[in-house]
């Protein structure tokens, strides 16, 4: 897998480079060992292809592929650590409890490595990985129910109960009504509308924007065609699929609710609810920040990722994830500002790593939020719109003082 995000890294990227121990032999170079194709080790027999692919090309990839390794390993132990707190049971229902959380982190952290080392290198996160991802997690959500993280609080009590929509509350009673499944595919519908390659403007009116979105989605403008090449007028390959896959996701969700037991339709569900969650929240900050700084400050594919996010975790990690994220991220941030000399840094590998991070700490994170959540579950929506509201006047009064005062 450290292999696949190193070849995600280079091939999903906007410029593609040939860089691979186990793809085509680059110009000039004539022959490698076979002992190339073996992970880790292939880099370090590469070391000399620095004039085709730059000095030292090869320690980024090298240690991404080691630290893999590493980092799965940790993640089996810590998932079995926390199954050991559970008393056996004759089905094996202990052992899903390492496995399927540790699948579910294993796809999440493959992915958000690739698309962080593509930000770092193009400031920009492909939809192949968020897309992909999105799709990814929900069918985990209903195929591996016990993925979902563990309601901790419950389980120092003896109850084993994963983390769902209305946690730390009971489960919705009315969830297998048929207008929660039309709830589901109208977020789903909504999720692969909000993905899809368009233009968004409101410069010429309402009407007339509609227009524009709706046409650069089915006939987009091709600026970029070979000599010679005929101009032709279609939906980008990424909308296609992502058309195709709500259609198919739709009759998913309706075999989920009509035949799966109850287990898979709440992780489903909540499954849904968290990528609506993470795609909000972050295209929120997105559309405020544009319009009080008049820059854009998240770019889309950060909205996209925290959907996957979200997905992967449920609304209440992908919330804490967001918030964490800068903390995770500050020392990175200020070196590479300082590197750079620019105030543009890359947010998502920052998203990333906050997620991880609750991951891995869950038990603490939940342990103090599980109470707050308990008594004011209901107010979250409104606490969110008080701190976006707040974002928005602060990011305001900073572009007033620097167009009034210190221009």
């Given amino acids: 897998m450290g292999m696949f995000v190193n070849w995600g890294v280079y091939n999903l990227a906007w410029n593609k480079r040939r860089i691979s121990p186990w793809g085509p032999l680059p110009e000039k170079v004539t022959h490698r060992s076979w002992t190339t194709k073996i992970p880790i080790l292939g880099w370090l027999n590469m070391k000399h292809e620095v004039r ?69 290198d193009e400031r920009m996160i492909p939809d192949e990985v968020t897309v992909f991802g999105t799709l990814i997690a929900l069918v985990l959500a209903a195929f591996l129910p016990e993925s979902r993280l563990l309601d901790t609080e419950a389980l120092s009590n003896g109850l084993k109960i994963h983390l769902h929509a209305h946690s730390p509350k009971q489960w919705f009673v009315w969830a297998k009504e048929p207008r929660v499944l039309l709830y589901c595919m109208g977020l789903l519908g909504f999720w692969g509308i909000a993905s899809m390659p368009k233009i968004c403007t409101l410069r010429y009116g309402l009407k007339r924007g509609l227009q524009l979105m709706v046409a650069s989605v089915l006939r987009p403008r091709r600026k970029s065609l070979a000599v010679g090449e005929k101009r032709r007028r279609k939906p980008f390959t990424i909308t ?46 997105r559309l405020i920040g544009s319009l009080a700084a008049k820059q854009e400050a998240m770019g889309f594919g950060d ?78 929506p409104f606490f969110l719109m008080l701190m976006l509201s707040a974002m928005g006047v602060m990011l305001y009064g900073w572009r007033m003082i620097k167009e009034k005062i210190l221009a």
């Fill in 52 to 120: 085709q692919h730059g000095y030292l090309f090869w320690l980024r990839p090298f240690w991404i592929e080691l630290a893999m390794g590493f980092f799965f390993g940790y993640a089996y132990s810590h998932f079995a650590s926390i199954a050991d707190q559970i008393t056996p049971t004759s089905d094996g229902s202990n052992e899903m409890l390492i496995w399927s959380p540790t699948i579910s982190l294993f796809c999440m952290t493959t992915l958000l490595c690739i698309a962080t080392f593509v930000d770092f």
């Fill in 240 to 285: 296609t699929i992502i058309a195709v896959s709500c259609m198919s996701g739709w009759a998913f969700f309706y075999a989920i609710w009509k035949w799966g037991d109850a287990s898979q339709w709440e992780s489903l569900f909540s499954a849904i609810l968290g990528m609506t969650a993470g795609l909000l929240l972050v295209w929120s900050v």
């Fill in 303 to 380: 909205v996209t990722l925290m959907a996957m996010i979200g997905a992967f975790l449920g609304w209440q990690a992908v919330i804490i994830t967001f918030f964490i994220a800068p903390f995770a991220g500050i020392i990175i941030g200020l070196v590479q500002a300082l590197a750079r000399k620019g105030n543009e840094l890359a947010f998502g590998p920052y998203l990333s790593l906050g997620a991880i991070i609750v991951v891995l700490f869950w038990s603490t994170i939940w342990e103090r939020v599980a109470g707050v959540l308990e008594r004011h579950i209901s107010a979250v």
